[in-house]
């Protein structure tokens, strides 16, 4: 499955953006059926997961991102969403969408003081 990002970019503190990873190469179906994932790299860090949705709808965040980032699908797209709000430095990473077993090639998002 090849997934293609995209949203990511340069703010400043207190701003918002939103990315976008599209899947190609299945089927409607199988990305219904399969959880999604936004991981995010910063340098000298290990990957660590943001958030998550399952074939339920049900979320999870990590603790450092709750009330600010929402994660979203729209499986009839293929596509899976982060809404990330109140953009912090330390939200400055590469950040990836992972679904059907496949990363996607991660975007660079990099928020300044």
């Known amino acids: 499955v090849q997934l293609v990002e995209s949203g990511g970019g340069w703010v400043q503190a207190g701003e918002s953006l939103t990315l976008s990873c599209a899947a190609a190469s299945t089927t409607i179906t199988i990305v219904s059926r399969t959880a999604k994932a936004w991981y995010r790299q910063a340098p000298g860090k290990q990957r660590e997961l943001v958030a998550s949705i399952n074939r339920y709808g049900t979320t999870n965040y990590a603790d450092s991102v709750k009330g600010r980032f929402t994660i979203s699908r729209d499986n009839a797209k293929k596509t899976v969403y982060l809404q990330m709000n109140s953009l912090k430095p330390e939200d400055t990473a590469v950040y990836y969408c992972?679904?059907?077993?496949?990363w996607g090639q991660g975007t660079q998002v990099t928020v300044s003081s």
């Open positions: 992972h679904l059907c077993g496949s």
